[in-house]
Nanobody, 118 residues
Framework: QVQLVESGGGLVQAGGSLRLSCAAS????????MGWYRQAPGKQRELVAR??????TNYADSVKGRFTISRDNANTVYLQMNSLKPEDTAVYYC?????????????WGQGTQVTVSS
């Protein structure tokens, strides 16, 4: 099992910045990638940004140039969010992808609310 603990959400005005953190613990070997997803009310959960164990990254088109995902050697992943817009308001979830004996597993954090006021 992998446990993910998120922090850093909150309320910010449009144009402001926030940094989310997600610390992974437990059975963290063979984690292939970690990422951030978000879900706004009435919408499906969507990928925001993802970083692999080799530090390859990909972003949703809507956040390119504004958000940056990074990770440290202590199995913590960060999401730096700049130039925030009201449409970025959502619950943000940390995700870890793990492979074990040929099977893929997804683990999720509890979510952290990000609210951007106009």
């Amino acid at each position: 099992q992998v446990q993910l603990v998120e922090s850093g959400g909150g309320l910010v005005q449009a144009g402001g910045s926030l940094r989310l953190s997600c610390a992974a613990s437990g059975s963290i070997f063979s984690i292939n990638a970690m990422g951030w997803y978000r879900q706004a009310p009435g919408k499906q959960r969507e990928l925001v940004a993802r970083i692999t164990s080799s530090s390859s990254t990909n972003y949703a088109d809507s956040v390119k140039g504004r958000f940056t995902i990074s990770r440290d050697n202590a199995n913590t992943v960060y999401l730096q969010m700049n130039s925030l817009k009201p449409e970025d308001t959502a619950v943000y979830y940390c995700n870890a992808e793990k492979s074990l004996f040929g099977k893929l597993y997804d683990y999720w954090g509890q979510g952290t609310q990000v609210t951007v006021s106009s």
